[in-house]
Each structure stands twice: as C-alpha cells, then as structure tokens.
C-alpha cells in the first residue's frame, strides 16, 4: 500500500520516478488519475519515466519547481474519505505564497484543527494538494506527521520558494 510523505522506501510502487530539488519523488497514477506522490529515498531511487499520464505530471511538477505560480492540476483519484475531500478542496483554494493555519481551515470546514492536521499529514499528494500551505498559529507545524528533521525542512523549502513568487 502506498502511504503519504516519506514513509515510502520502495522506488518500484510507482509508475515514475523523477529528480526534483526536494530529491527524488515517486509519482502513483490510478486509472489515469494521479493517486500518490511521495519523497523517495535518495540512495534507492533512481529517475525514471513512466506512462504518457505519469510524464505529463513530472512535466506540471518540473514547471513548479521552475516557478510556483504554475498551476499543478492533473487528474486527481478520488480521497480516500469524504472529509479529505473537503479538506483538499481547502488546501486546493490556498494560491501559492499564502498559508492558512490549521485552526483557520477548521473554522472554515465547521470542524477541529486537530482533524485538519490529521487529512494534512494523511495527503497522499503533497506539493500537488499544497497541505505545506498549512501552518500552526504560531510557527510552521509539522509536516507528514513530523516536526522535526527532512519532512519540516522539505516544507519549510517549499514555503521560501512559494513565497519568491
């Protein structure tokens, strides 16, 4: 099973590997709809194309990483729940260079910010559904479940980049 953020070890679970600043990441289409991006182990994973749909969101993501204002829209598989599609959907909304604090998109989906940060750190397509764009009232928060170490630095990084803009 594929799971959100960093907890991927194997390159194999994806119809794609591609080279991005963050390191590797691994791109899962299903039935044609993107399904999972995930950070990839840098010592296991080696770039490689994949489908005609796989090659056209390593193309979306090349042009983010190159400027963030570029739109990331692929087809999207359905969220594993119903309240993760309303959250996406929040997360969608957020425009590049702003965030919105966990307790901010609760208020604004009539539920808790502690079920906003669980959908967050349960995203199986980071960058793409930007929950980096999702903040504590007072610091970053964590990223994929973590506080501390790559997965904060990776959202931290995507921050600065989204804010040059």
Known sequence: MIQSGFRHTDPSLFDAVIETPLGP??????????????????????????????????????????????????????????????????LLAIPPGETRSYGQLAAALGSGARAVAGACRANPLPIVVPCHRVVAAAGPGGYAGARTGRPLQVKQWLLRHEHRC
Do not use: C, H
């Open 25 to 90: 990441l691994g791109i899962r289409l299903q039935e044609g709809r993107l399904a999972a991006v995930a950070f990839l182990d840098p010592e296991r994973a080696t770039p490689r194309g994949g489908s005609a749909g796989a090659k056209t969101v390593a193309r979306m993501l090349a042009r983010y990483f190159a400027d963030p204002r570029q739109p990331l829209r692929p087809p999207l598989a359905p969220a594993p729940t119903p309240y993760q599609a309303r959250v996406r959907s929040a």
